[in-house]
């Protein structure tokens, strides 16, 4: 089983689709492992896009990501990583596929609803960000 890393953006918060979100995760067949709703401080959201640091929307995505709530949640599905990625669609809704979540919800490129993780290292790598070990709950046990 892989593991990767969904975050619920300041967008999806802000406009109340964290239930409509979480009902297509769920429906994707995706096990929740562990969730929390967050305030993410600049520091923290350039500590976690530091790969993007030198990217031309590095400042945008962290004053963004900083503005309001965001879910966390850390899922588990056999190739999670590129089930996910499917289910969410590309960045930019105009160019997502029918019945993405982010073609369905999102209202830019920018305002793109959902962060998932972009490879197997990355999920591992991002879950111990933001969850220690004993708080992913699998199978029904911590």
């Known amino acids: 089983m892989e593991r990767t890393l969904a975050i619920l953006k300041p967008d999806c918060t802000r406009r109340n689709l964290i239930g409509k979100v979480i009902v297509r995760i769920e429906e994707a067949g995706f096990k929740i492992l562990a969730m929390k709703m967050v305030r993410l401080s600049n520091g923290t959201v350039g ?3 530091a790969v993007h640091r030198e990217r031309p929307f590095y400042g945008e995505l962290v004053e963004f990501m900083s503005s309001g709530t965001a879910v966390t949640i850390a899922l588990e ?3 999670a990583v590129a089930e996910f990625r499917k289910l ?4 930019d809704p105009d160019e997502a596929d029918p019945g993405t979540i ?3 919800f999102a209202e830019s490129k920018g305002n793109n609803i959902v962060h998932g993780s972009d490879s197997v290292e990355n999920g591992r790598h ?3 960000f933001f969850f220690s070990e004993k708080e992913l709950v699998v199978n029904g046990v911590r």
């Open 102 to 104: 982010r073609k369905d």
């Open 47 to 49: 500590e976690f896009y």
């Open 77 to 79: 599905k056999e190739n």
């Open 88 to 91: 969410i669609g590309a960045t």
């Open 126 to 128: 991002e879950i111990g």
